[in-house]
């Protein structure tokens, strides 16, 4: 049951894809929501809320998915530190993708407010009302905010790489798929 594959599930490979489009939105309605004072600033708060969440209940399913489909193996002639790099940013884009949203909802907890997914549905608080708290998990907000787009930004370099100047399938195991 565990033979080698050269594309990645096609529920993995969706659920990336729809992942990268919500990671990508999310930091830049972040970065509009945290440049902006004008009533545009509810608007992409009332929107990173729920998104933030969604993420979070994605990448549950994605890790469930992950370790339950077979993956393509990196291409043999791939050195160590490369192979040992691809392995701990994937490790990192994980990592980052479960705490953004659980420190983002800590945060609003800890501010006092409700976490809404609408008009009618409320996230009970993960933390109590605090300002020192608040204060402290909206820096590391901020800086996993950064951190992850900074690892994104690998992550999309290090595709490129495989796919325009490696030309080794890799990118290709993740834009289509034959399995």
Excluded: C
Excluded at 50 to 60: E, H, N, S
Excluded at 85 to 114: E, F, K, N, Q, T
Excluded at 132 to 155: I, M, N, Q, W
């Amino acid at each position: 049951m565990n033979t080698p594959t050269s594309h990645f599930a096609p529920l993995a490979r969706l659920l990336h894809w729809l992942m990268a489009l919500m990671i990508m939105t999310m930091l830049f309605v972040g970065a509009g929501m945290v440049a902006s004072v004008s009533e545009r600033h509810a608007w992409l708060l009332n929107l990173h809320k729920p998104l933030g969440i969604a993420i979070l209940l994605l990448v549950v399913i994605r890790l469930v998915v992950r370790f339950s489909t077979r993956q393509p193996p990196l291409p043999a002639d791939l050195p160590a530190v490369q192979v040992l790099a691809a392995r701990m940013s994937h490790v990192l884009l994980y990592a980052l993708m479960l705490l953004m949203p659980i420190v983002g909802w800590a945060m609003i907890s800890a501010a006092g407010d409700p976490v809404m997914l609408g008009r009618s549905l409320q996230l009970p608080g993960i933390m109590p009302a605090n300002p020192e708290l608040f204060a402290f998990l909206r820096k590391a907000h901020t800086y996993l905010a950064y951190l992850l787009f900074f690892t994104v930004l690998l992550h999309i370099a290090a595709a490129l790489l495989h796919g325009w100047v490696r030309r080794d399938g890799v990118l290709e195991s993740m834009l289509r798929g034959k399995d």
